[in-house]
């Protein structure tokens, strides 16, 4: 590797000394990085999203949901948490990576058997047949990736984020093509399968072309237990997490089939896909950033609360536009063969109105080291959120998605806030007091877009779906900053803005000192 230490041998893959030459300039470099490879990966999304909905069907996209919620919660039991002991230990040795390879190996081959196993009952589950060849074909994934997690640990030890991103985005364009040449060619749901097994081996295999460490043998009382325990927390959360978000999905596809299915899916893959591209970038380099305040209560107060303002100035009017226009949305973007979708997407668009402040709330029990509690406060909310699910299965999917919104806008969030604020330099109080001037805002850009859907004006003959999306995003941002000027707390959140990355900058070089 170009940054990596002259010294020979495997060791020079795991040294970080060089590092510190330039770390500051490192991480910002990085930052940047990340934020236009997630420009990237939103253009193959979108794309993605796009041409498949006019290629497949719901049913296409509901029948291979159903696996992916089983699917995806054994990926996230993959990692065991290995690759984040690789990054954040300071000193680790040729022999300790090597036991944590063949660890992530032998469990990703574990996953892959359990899969298989599991695919009779999750066919006996869905009453679907077709379910039994599409299980068995995605767990030779398991095997796959589970090659190349240490080395995407190593790359990212080494802050090589441009490789990784290479990495990602050719994975992405590979899976994304793949979906799109299967699906022209008329393989139905076989091109979701087939995407997803070429991004993962593109990514392994770039992964070992692109990082020259190469796993040794097998090394018993190598300090790896240690290792292996590290964040069990956190990945306890992300499990519990995990099961909230698809829930939903196992019991829509349970009682409902596939075709409401995917209309339900992909008006939840609509709604998270643009917001995930403003929240995962903020959240990797804030994190970092508020772990070097926590001695500092103030400053960590200040710097969060301009970190949630940039958060709901930049996803609160998207959001007002997924509610207020979901019918145009859907049709622009999907087809109107999905129209089915834009009232399920609306409710879940109302969901997403708490979603920002949920979100960065993260940000603060991770810089903080509280994940123990962010998983209890998780898994308590977690009891009424499912609990509001099951009872909205019953009578309809979009019944799910109202059911899923209240919930969520009155127990999941508020009993995370409470949880956040009871300790630490953050209390809830603060939070709330930083957001309401933007949510009132974003309420009544919401208002106002109502009031236009309502008037003489949409039944104009040259208002069609697309210029009506144009028209409401447009109106939307117009109120939105209108409002927020008029406020007095709303004026001071756009300055606060801009103060924001100088503050973290003179924050790293000042601890860098």
């Not at 977690?382 to 799910?400: D, Q």
Request: glycine share 8%; proline share 4%; hydrophobic share 50%.
């Amino acid at each position: 590797m170009s940054n990596a230490a002259p010294d020979a041998g495997p060791e020079r893959f795991l040294r970080t000394d060089h590092l510190h030459q330039d770390l500051k300039g490192r991480a910002v470099r990085g930052g940047v990085i990340t934020l236009l490879a997630q420009g990237g990966k939103f253009a193959f999304q979108l794309i993605n999203m796009v041409v498949l909905a006019r290629l497949l069907s719901p049913d296409d996209f509901g029948l291979v949901g159903m696996v992916t919620s089983l699917v995806g919660f054994l990926t996230i039991l993959k990692d065991l948490g290995l690759s984040a002991a690789t990054i954040q230990r300071p000193e680790i040795t040729h022999a300790q990576v090597s036991t944590l390879f063949w660890v992530n190996t032998g469990f990703g081959l574990l996953l892959a058997l359990l899969t298989l196993a599991a695919a009779p009952l999750v066919v006996s589950f869905y009453h679907e047949p077709r379910l039994f060849v599409v299980i068995c074909t995605l767990a030779a994934g398991f095997v796959v990736s589970g090659l190349s997690v240490q080395h995407q640990a190593l790359l990212r030890r080494q802050m090589h984020f441009g490789t990784i991103m290479k990495i990602d985005l050719l994975a992405l364009g590979c899976g994304t093509t793949a979906a799109v040449v299967a699906g022209c060619l008329g393989y139905g749901y076989w091109a979701l399968v087939w995407s997803q097994l070429v991004l993962m081996g593109v990514t392994t295999i770039s992964s070992w072309i692109a990082c020259g460490w190469r796993p040794g043998t097998w090394h018993r009382n190598c300090g790896v237990g240690e290792m292996i325990g590290l964040g069990g927390w956190l990945a306890a959360f992300r499990m519990v997490s995990y099961w909230i978000q698809n829930v939903d999905n196992v019991l829509i596809g349970r009682f409902w089939g596939t075709q409401q299915l995917g209309y339900y899916m992909r008006a939840y893959q609509l709604l998270v896909m643009p917001l995930s591209q403003i929240n995962l970038p903020i959240g990797e380099v804030t994190v970092p950033a508020l772990s070097r305040m926590t001695d500092e209560a103030r400053s960590y107060r200040d710097a969060y609360g301009k970190v949630l303002q940039m958060v709901l100035l930049l996803t609160l009017p998207v959001i007002v536009v997924t509610v207020g226009a979901a019918d145009w949305v859907i049709e622009v973007v999907l087809g109107k063969q999905w129209i089915s979708a834009a009232e399920i997407f609306m409710w879940l668009g109302i969901m997403a109105f708490a979603e920002p402040v949920r979100y960065t709330t993260s940000y603060l029990f991770i810089s903080q080291g509280r994940t123990r509690e962010m998983f209890f406060a998780e898994l308590i909310s977690s009891v009424f959120l499912i609990a509001a699910i099951a009872i909205g299965v019953v009578y309809s999917t979009k019944m799910v998605a109202i059911c899923f919104a209240i919930s969520s806008l009155l127990i999941r969030t508020p009993i995370v806030l409470y949880y956040v604020g009871r300790s630490g330099p953050v209390p809830t109080g603060y939070i709330c007091k930083t957001a309401v001037p933007l949510i009132l805002a974003s309420l009544a850009a919401l208002a106002a877009l109502y009031g236009f859907r309502h008037s003489p004006l949409v039944s104009l003959p040259w208002i069609n779906p697309f210029i009506g999306a144009v028209l409401a995003t447009i109106i939307t941002g117009v109120v939105f900053l209108l409002m927020l000027l008029l406020l007095p707390a709303g004026r001071s959140s756009l300055p606060g803005v801009r103060e924001l990355l100088p503050m973290l900058r003179n924050r790293s070089k000042s601890k860098a000192t």
